[in-house]
């Protein structure tokens, strides 16, 4: 076996490299995370048209951009890793992977490579495609976007391996992703700014595990957070990761659900 292989870093990447192969060969998988993402914002452009934006000082680009971004993350990672755990779990390659050299962490950290890497590379592409189309602003506050997309990808993936712990089948992927796939799409200020919804109700659907994500990267091109707004978002995003990382831990089964 190569040295480089033996590695931390480098058995992962064999094993990302491996798993991308599979993933290219699943062209449902590839449809859903590449185009999905990539159409579902512009579908919302004549509803948040119709928004009254103004009062908030957003506009339309400010709204589908983190949209955008969040639906990236939703369906490229989240949705995919959940798909991808549950699949390699119930075929027992995950099992076969922890009799080899590989630990638990590199090889849910290396099967969730390629998802990271697409979402990551799909949110850059999203991000120039709503500047040109949608006459976005400059950003006034970059790193505050820049952190809430580093953030949102690590916190979609631990909990895309959470949710597979309570996912039986591939098929079941599509039931048990819905909770936080439409619950970050109304309440995570995907579909409707949290800047838009009464005090209260905003209050809560700010602590949901996406609406950090949204908020750092809305507030990187508005400039309107202040740091200790934006502090509150960031640990809200961690606090998540966390607990999910916990439930994969204390959950999480490597031998098929039967």
Not at 128 to 134: D, N, P
């Amino acid at each position: 076996m190569n040295g480089a292989v033996t590695t931390p870093g480098g058995r992962m990447a064999a094993l990302a490299r491996a798993e991308l192969t599979l993933f290219g060969r699943s062209r449902g998988s590839v449809l859903t995370a590449l185009l999905v993402p990539l159409a579902l914002p512009f579908t919302l452009r004549s509803a948040t048209a119709e928004m009254d934006l103004a009062e908030a000082g957003l506009t339309v680009g400010l709204v589908l951009l983190p949209a955008s971004i969040g639906f990236s993350l939703l369906f490229a990672v989240y949705g995919t890793l959940v798909a991808v755990y549950t699949s390699r779990r119930e075929e027992l390659v995950l099992k076969r992977l922890r009799t080899g050299e590989l630990r638990d962490a590199e090889i849910m950290a290396g099967a969730a490579l390629p998802a990271v890497v697409t979402g990551l590379a799909q949110s850059l592409l999203l991000v120039a495609g709503c500047a040109l189309l949608l006459d976005l602003p400059t950003p006034q506050a970059p790193h505050l976007a820049v952190l809430g997309l580093l953030l949102g990808l690590p916190l979609c993936a631990a909990l895309a391996a959470a949710t597979s712990a309570m996912t039986r089948t591939v098929e079941s992927a599509q039931v048990t992703t819905l909770p936080l796939v439409f619950g970050s799409m109304i309440g995570s200020g995907i579909a409707v700014p949290l800047e838009l919804l009464p005090d209260r109700v905003a209050s809560v659907c700010e602590l949901l595990p996406l609406s950090p994500v949204i908020t750092l990267v809305r507030g990187g091109w508005t400039g309107s957070l202040s740091g200790f707004e934006a502090l509150g978002a960031a640990a809200t995003a961690l606090a998540w990761t966390g607990v999910a990382v916990f439930a994969v831990r204390r959950w999480f089964r490597w031998e098929p659900r039967r």
